[in-house]
């Protein structure tokens, strides 16, 4: 398995709250991404990083905010949480110039 | 990117081919077709991709077809553990954003 850990993997909270969730990868990939995935929507690609400080919006990308300082980490906060961001946030590592993405286990997300 | 098409559900017997297919007849020149699958729970794994040639790694064959607008993916012998939702994906080489749809829910059974 390609090494990506995301953390926490499991967290409730509460509505209003900021929530940072850490993926942290070993593989050296160029491309990070996060995805939410939901009953009925499949999943729906948040934002995702071509490189250091490069990042752009994906479909779902309203409420979420993500940075990149060094290769191996990529963060996605919830600046205000609400319960419409209940879901479970995966992220994904992909090769340079290829859509080869690799997942990770995944953090499933309360907030109540 | 173009859209595909998949069955909502497949069963397969323990043991048997599993063939799954897609339908992606918009595909254009340069776009690969990809395959990867979800197991209750899981992250999406990675199965396999191709342009145009036919395609076989350690876990699965896949055959497009030479007009490419459609495929199929082969499990050769599944097993209980293949029993996931599997994606096709019709995508480019920028490294940017895979578009999952439904899939296909495939189901070995003993």
């Known amino acids: 398995d390609a090494g990506i850990t995301q953390s926490p993997r499991h967290k409730v909270t509460e509505t209003g709250t900021p929530v940072t969730l850490r993926c942290h990868q070993t593989e050296n990939h160029r491309y990070m991404y996060w995805y939410r995935q939901d009953p009925g929507h499949g999943l729906r690609l948040i934002h995702y990083?071509?490189?250091?400080?490069?990042?752009d919006k994906g479909e779902v990308s309203d409420g979420y905010s993500v940075s990149r300082s060094k290769t191996e980490d990529f963060l996605l906060t919830l600046e205000s949480a609400t319960s419409s961001q209940t879901s479970v946030y995966f992220c994904a590592i992909g090769l340079a110039g290829g859509d080869t993405q690799y997942f990770g286990p995944g953090t499933r997300l309360t907030v109540l | 990117d173009a859209k595909t098409t998949q069955p909502t559900s497949m069963d397969c017997a323990e043991g048997r081919a599993a063939n799954l297919p897609c339908n992606h007849s918009t595909i254009s020149g340069n776009e690969y077709v990809y395959w990867y699958r979800q197991i209750h729970s899981q992250g999406p794994q990675y199965i396999i991709h191709g342009l145009k040639n036919n395609e076989t790694n350690e876990m699965a064959s896949l055959i497009i077809t030479e007009d490419r607008k459609s495929s199929t993916l082969i499990l050769p012998h599944a097993t209980l553990r293949d029993t996931a939702v599997y994606y096709c994906i019709v995508g480019g080489t920028s490294g940017s954003r895979l578009t999952f749809g439904e899939g296909t829910q495939l189901t070995v059974n003993p």
């Open positions: 990083s071509y490189g250091v400080k490069d990042t």
